[in-house]
């Protein structure tokens, strides 16, 4: 397996000699206006380049996963620059339907039973994206599903691979991590937030009850360093490594980075 880190959710995952593109998010900094229901009101978006060019990106790819259709995990520059006849595997038939309206010729539906892809078996996992009391008035402003999966990898001679996705700590995340035993997890673990919302995905404490789960998985850190209404940066999460010795368990890859394993 190998993990390359492009930036923020989107991820180039390699598995099974299957290469996959996660949630591609391609604008260039700055590209879009300030998300005003946050704590960083004045501040464009993406916060951070690129650090390949969208050619480099797909090349080699044999399929795409879209976790769920929020603009930074699937944008109009990602629109316009994906090969439109790749398999595209989507979480639900609503987002399938969407994904189509992209231009997209085969997209496929990610199943709790599992979905076969090649060798790999893709089992779609419920997300939490936030307490519905607190953010669904967000969602409803922004005109977004609150609607989120994350995905178990599985397939012989591989690690079982745990793809948290935008979720906080819930009962079906420390069900799914005691169901499988993934041996690697991918956490979504910026601590975004909306003005009152609390966290839509990990924070700090969310990463520590993960890996009290999990005390023999390796965790990668994604999806930081790239969004306004994110408050935990790589830098906050290096501090708590430091201050529980955490080091030989978390990994937080920079952009374009690539973790093997």
């Known amino acids: 397996m190998q993990f390359q880190q492009i930036r923020g959710a989107t991820v180039k995952l390699i598995f099974a ?7 591609p998010f391609f604008a ?3 590209a879009y206006p300030p998300l005003e229901v946050c704590y960083h009101p004045n501040l464009r978006w993406p916060t951070a380049e690129l650090p390949l060019s969208p050619q480099e990106i797909v090349h080699g790819l044999d399929a ?15 629109i316009t620059a994906l090969p439109k006849n790749l398999p595209v595997f989507a979480q639900d038939e609503t987002d399938a339907q969407s994904i189509h309206q992209f231009g997209f010729a085969d997209v496929r539906i990610l199943s709790y039973e599992g979905t076969l892809f090649n060798k790999i078996k893709l089992t779609r996992i419920d997300c939490l994206h936030g307490n ?3 953010t669904q008035k967000y969602y409803d402003l922004m005109q977004l ?6 995905i178990i990898f599985i397939a012989p001679d591989e690690p079982t691979f745990y793809l948290a996705g935008d979720t906080i700590w819930y009962k079906k995340v420390e069900q799914t991590i005691k169901m499988y035993q993934p041996q690697i997890i991918a956490l979504n673990a910026a601590d975004a937030q909306f003005t009152d ?3 839509i995905i990990m924070n700090e404490e969310d990463i520590r009850k993960v890996i009290h789960a999990a005390p023999q998985a390796k965790i990668i850190i994604t999806h930081m360093d790239a969004v306004p209404h994110a408050m935990l940066t790589r830098q906050d999460v290096k501090k708590m490594i430091a201050k529980y010795n955490l080091s030989e368990q978390i990994l937080i890859p920079e952009d374009r980075d690539i973790l093997s394993f």
Request: hydrophobic content about 30%; glycine content about 6%.
């Open 145 to 150: 599903r609150s609607t989120a999966s994350g």
């Open 28 to 30: 260039p900094k700055d």
């Open 197 to 199: 919302s609390g966290s």
């Open 64 to 78: 795409i996963i879209i976790t769920h259709l929020h603009p930074d995990h699937l944008d109009e520059f990602a």
């Open 132 to 134: 519905p009391e607190t």
């Open 17 to 23: 000699d299957t290469s996959f593109l996660i949630d």
